[in-house]
């Protein structure tokens, strides 16, 4: 079956300017993960959804960053103003239950350079 | 809060070599444990995992075993091939409801020559 997509796979920006990242989860899955990874480093937590609740944002690293899942299915990450420290891999993951024990599974990741 | 300590990258190996990657962890409570791996030019996939103490997760030839008393889940192969080259990351889960994030290490690029 299909995987997690991720669109567009590569975005650049200008600094200054607003992005969203698209994410389409497995189907069925109630849970959904952001995270994002700088060159040479694990994926760092963003945010996480279960259905369209946002349950936990604690990793979102300002308020320029915004997350939603208005339907319980796709979602959107969406960065304002971008800066040059926002570049980086963002992956999405999704999970059939949410439970700690479950497997993530994950899409491409869009790569985001600000210039 | 969450940690995991991976061993330093890049490790070199011959083909046909016994691999091991050393990973410890920091956790409250009874985290499960998971090495995920992202071949060159692919996305991050999971490669075994482990959700309680002396479970053992094994695929592809690779296992690790979950222990709780030492803190550590290192990723063991007997007998390595060129196709294992990747980057593979420890992670972790927390046992806590309303909180499975995964926290992952840095990360060991694994380059295996012929």
């Known amino acids: 079956g299909a995987g997690v997509s991720q669109s567009p796979r590569y975005k650049v920006a200008k600094r200054g300017q607003d992005v969203a990242l698209r994410c389409d989860p497995i189907?069925?899955?109630?849970?959904l993960f952001w995270y994002q990874q700088a060159l040479g480093q694990g994926p760092e937590f963003l945010t996480y959804?279960?259905?369209?609740?946002?349950?936990?944002k604690s990793g979102l690293p300002s308020d320029r960053f915004f997350a939603e899942r208005p339907e319980g299915s796709v979602s959107t990450l969406k960065i304002q103003r971008t800066q040059q420290e926002d570049s980086a891999v963002y992956l999405c993951?999704?999970?059939?239950?949410?439970?700690?024990?479950?497997?993530?599974?994950f899409g491409p990741g869009t790569r985001l350079t600000v210039l | 809060g969450d940690s995991v300590t991976q061993m330093e990258g890049p490790v070199t190996l011959s083909e046909e070599a016994f691999l091991t990657i050393n990973c410890t962890y920091t956790?409250?409570?009874?985290?499960?444990l998971f090495w995920y791996v992202q071949y060159p030019g692919e996305g991050l996939q999971l490669l075994l995992k482990?959700?309680?103490?002396?479970d053992k997760g094994s695929n592809k030839g690779f296992e690790a075993t979950y222990r709780k008393e030492t803190t550590s889940f290192h990723l063991e192969k007997g007998s390595v091939q060129v196709s294992d080259s990747a980057v593979y990351f420890c992670?972790?889960?927390?046992?806590?409801?309303?909180?499975?994030?995964?926290?992952f290490g840095t990360g060991t690029r694994l380059t295996i020559i012929p």
């Open positions: 993951a999704s999970s059939l239950r949410g439970s700690s024990t479950d497997t993530q599974y």
């Open positions: 189907s069925g899955h109630v849970s």
């Open positions: 959804f279960q259905n369209e609740a946002q349950l936990d």
């Open positions: 956790a409250t409570g009874y985290p499960s």
């Open positions: 482990a959700t309680k103490a002396d």
């Open positions: 992670a972790l889960t927390s046992s806590n409801f309303g909180n499975e994030k995964l926290t």
